[in-house]
T-cell receptor, first 112, second 113 residues
Framework: DAKTTQPPSMDCAEGRAANLPCNHS???????VYWYRQIHSQGPQYIIH???NNETNEMASLIITEDRKSSTLILPHATLRDTAVYYC?????????????FGKGITLSVRP | NAGVTQTPKFQVLKTGQSMTLQCAQD?????MYWYRQDPGMGLRLIYY???????DKGEVPNGYNVSRLNKREFSLRLESAAPSQTSVYFC????????????FGPGTRLTVT
């Protein structure tokens, strides 16, 4: 699985958009970009995934650059409950042995 | 559905003691995983089971054994606990036929003194 690089931390004001960057310059053509988050030492929670098109769901939007070497997770209206560690992961779409490899993630702090 | 459940939630062991961490899922998932997370670090894969009856080593398998008891249950055993195994242990499962979302349990916080 391709390696990802994320800044260690960032913050944003409550109600504003949080844009979390991720670099994955060695991603291969059949690898997807996944985002998970971990709130206060709970088990990680799936947020969103994508291959090359931008994706949106009820939690977030995922913007992937045309060359697929980087992506941005967007939380459109951050709340205090969004304070968490966010992990950007690239992996093959399917197969039990295409494992999730977690780095240190980016710690997002949402301030009142 | 309860999702992924883990027992116990907390455990303190002395060096050399053994114990088994239990994990169960009620989502009829094929694949199950055990991770550990040390303070300030990401999760590291210990073992996984692609399907009932199969298990494979992950990134950090030394000092652990696993058993896929049936489709629902996947246990992790520490035969002789060491202080280096102090960590939070997470179990996860996925439907490998549609494997985009891995579901995690709440974790077991283990301290080895």
């Amino acid at each position: 699985d391709a390696k990802t690089t994320q800044p260690p931390s960032m913050d944003c004001a409550e109600g504003r958009a949080a844009n979390l960057p991720c670099n994955h310059s060695t991603i291969s053509g059949n690898e997807y970009v996944y985002w998970y988050r971990q709130i206060h030492s709970q088990g990680p929670q799936y947020i969103i995934h994508g291959l090359k098109n931008n994706e949106t769901n009820e939690m977030a939007s995922l913007i992937i650059t045309e060359d697929r070497k980087s992506s941005t997770l967007i939380l459109p209206h951050a709340t205090l409950r969004d304070t968490a560690v966010y992990y950007c992961i690239v992996r093959l779409y399917t197969g039990a042995n295409s494992k999730l490899t977690f780095g240190k993630g980016i710690t997002l702090s949402v301030r009142p | 559905n309860a999702g992924v459940t883990q027992t116990p939630k907390f455990q303190v062991l002395k060096t050399g003691q053994s114990m088994t961490l239990q994990c169960a899922q009620d989502m009829n998932h094929n694949s199950m995983y055990w991770y550990r997370q040390d303070p300030g670090m990401g999760l590291r894969l210990i073992y996984y089971s692609a399907s009932e009856g199969t298990t494979d080593k992950g990134e950090v398998p030394n000092g652990y054994n696993v058993s896929r008891l049936n489709k629902r249950e996947f246990s992790l055993r520490l035969e002789s606990a060491a202080p280096s195994q102090t960590s939070v242990y997470f179990c996860a499962s996925i439907n490998s036929g549609n494997s985009y979302e891995q579901y995690f349990g709440p974790g077991t916080r283990l301290t080895v003194t």
